[in-house]
């Protein structure tokens, strides 16, 4: 690819007359990059190495010294809309199908695209992590995005991905976080999806014409995520005890959710954990600055049931799994 078709499908400043004129491709991360690719430069530190790595071209927001005469030096005023121009032009080489899809599916559809014989690909939410995928698109991929603006502005020709419902037969809600149903005559049993999310795993499901379902893949969904707690609040296996905490990240997703926890658990008391205060959650919330505190702010609290918003899944359950270590006097 010419530098000077670069220059004007990013609207670039070449600083400099270099001796090159082309490069083979682009990068964002300085470890990935090879001899002939052109390297935006989101973190300055890293430009000597991409030059020692072979860099053709650099694309910099900042002024930053040209230490290399002989490859080309771009600026731009925004990396950003740098790269989106850059991967919009990529796949404008390419008659693809993409869709907009909401968080919900997003979920469901990283877990289990590998499920399907379809070539998927989920576009990040920074489209810097996009850009080594770009690598390996060609006419049989399928795009998906949850960022409805960033798909237009990359790929306007794209579809909305929940545009038909789903029925399922034989629906049996056996608790809060198991369902069996029938779909196309399969019978999918005692699943660990709540019954708000059956419809959206069917779409997903069906769309990628899954042969062989792997359950084990639900223990990777980060929705309506379940810890079970025994009653000194160490972490005991799924359904174990009746005491248990649901942590979430996605503001889009709470009022739904505990929507959903208030009319299906009416026999417990909920309390509600946050690291700040959320109009989203009822009035009576737990501020939690630090998470390592989370035992602490059970044992002070009589709770059936604890929804948790703004901490990782992750680090809940590392705090947790601790060992308080008790000094004894002999």
Not at 273 to 281: A, K, P, R, V, W
Request: glycine residues 2%.
């Amino acid at each position: 690819m010419k530098i000077t078709s670069i220059i004007d499908i990013i609207d670039g400043k070449l600083l400099n007359s270099p001796s090159i004129s082309f490069i083979y491709s682009f990068k964002t991360n300085v470890s990935k990059v090879k001899e002939g690719d052109l390297f935006i430069a989101y973190n300055l530190d890293d430009i000597q190495l991409a030059i020692q790595k072979g860099a053709f071209a650099i694309i910099v927001e900042n002024i930053y010294p040209i230490v290399d005469k002989e490859i080309a030096w771009i600026k731009v005023d925004s990396l950003n809309t740098s790269v989106i121009k850059l991967i919009r032009y990529k796949l404008a080489h390419f008659n693809l199908e993409a869709f907009f899809c909401d968080e919900i599916s997003n979920e469901f559809l990283k877990n289990f695209s590998s499920l399907s014989n379809k070539k998927i690909k989920i576009i990040p939410k920074n489209l810097k992590g996009f850009v080594p995928i770009l690598e390996d698109i060609d006419d049989e991929t399928i795009l998906f995005s949850s960022n409805n603006e960033v798909l237009d502005k990359i790929y306007p020709n794209n579809l909305k991905f929940e545009n038909e419902d789903f029925l399922v037969s034989n629906l049996l809600k056996h608790s809060l976080f198991e369902t069996s149903f029938t779909f196309k005559n399969k019978y999918f049993q005692r699943v660990k999806i709540p019954s708000i999310y059956i419809e959206s795993f069917i779409r997903v499901y069906n769309f990628l014409d899954i042969k062989e379902f792997d359950d084990s893949k639900l223990k990777n969904i980060n929705l309506f995520k379940t810890i079970f707690l025994d009653k000194n609040f160490n972490i005991v296996e799924f359904g174990k005890s009746d005491k248990f905490i649901i942590t979430s990240n996605n503001i889009s997703l709470v009022e739904k959710e505990i929507s959903y926890l208030k009319s299906r658990f009416t026999y417990g008391k909920i309390i509600y954990i946050t690291s700040s205060y959320n109009e989203c959650l009822p009035k009576e919330q737990i501020i939690l600055k630090d998470i390592s505190e989370i035992k602490n702010i059970f044992k002070k609290n009589s709770f059936n049931a604890s929804y948790i918003f703004g901490f990782d899944s992750v680090n809940i359950e590392e705090n947790l799994s601790k060992v308080e270590k008790e000094l004894t006097l002999f």
